[in-house]
């Protein structure tokens, strides 16, 4: 099971953004972050725990290993505002994600 | 440019059998895993199934596994996810998605709509 925190984030274009995710078990570093808009399907952020998809901007980061995750955005854009899901797919089947952290316009 | 296109999708009754399409292009499809996985309207993700490059392996959720059958036609750079025995809970946008560790490339969906 994954698990997500906080379900929404308030925050200021400008500012830091930090979201966790939490796997019941170790999933070493198997884990996915993506990023989804309304009307849009996922799009993937970050792979390995750390390392960016092709053409991510750098002020997307990931890390964290065994069961604790972290998603950071360093300066949020008014783009970024939107949905993040983490994935994991070291125990699969079943591939699983979190239940989303919103990031909202504080 | 790599492109996934859904199609398939529609309304149908508790019982009943729908078939899903993801045509691939941009891409040479034969190479690569792809995943069928479903988002509530709830705005749940949850994984459907998996095909390997060749069909060869094939896994199931449990929530699916003797309803659905996932299949692939390379030649035809085509995925698609046979559903019988429908349910409520089956009610979704349905994303073909490719890869493994990381699914860089998704379709934009097809609804299904399991209701009376």
């Known amino acids: 099971v994954m698990t997500q925190s906080p379900a929404t984030l308030s925050v200021s274009p400008g500012d830091r953004a930090t979201l966790s995710c939490r796997a019941s078990?170790?999933?070493?570093?198997?884990i996915a972050w993506y990023q989804q808009k309304p009307g849009q399907a996922p799009r993937l952020l970050i792979y390995g725990a750390s390392t960016r998809a092709t053409g991510i901007p750098a002020r997307f980061s990931g890390s964290g290993s065994g069961t604790e995750f972290t998603l950071t955005i360093s300066s949020l854009q008014s783009e970024d505002f939107a949905v993040y899901y983490c994935q994991q797919y070291n125990n699969w089947p079943p591939v699983t994600f979190g239940g989303g952290t919103r990031v909202e316009i504080k | 440019e790599v492109q996934l296109v859904e199609s398939g999708g529609g309304l149908v009754q508790p019982g009943g059998s729908l078939r899903l399409s993801c045509v691939a292009s941009?891409?040479?499809?034969?190479?690569?895993?792809m995943n069928w996985v479903r988002q509530t309207p709830g705005k749940e993700l949850q994984w459907v199934s998996y095909?390997?490059?060749?069909?060869?392996?094939?896994h199931y959720a449990d929530s699916v596994k003797g309803r659905f059958i996932v299949s692939r036609d390379n030649a035809k750079n085509s995925l698609y996810l046979q559903m019988n025995s429908l349910r409520a809970e089956d009610t979704g946008v349905y994303f073909c998605?490719?890869?493994?560790?990381?699914?860089?490339?998704w379709g934009l969906g097809t609804l299904v709509t399991v209701s009376s």
């Open positions: 078990q170790s999933v070493y570093s198997s």
């Open positions: 941009g891409f040479t499809f034969s190479s690569y895993e």
């Open positions: 095909i390997k490059s060749s069909g060869s392996i094939i």
């Open positions: 998605a490719r890869g493994s560790s990381g699914w860089g490339y």
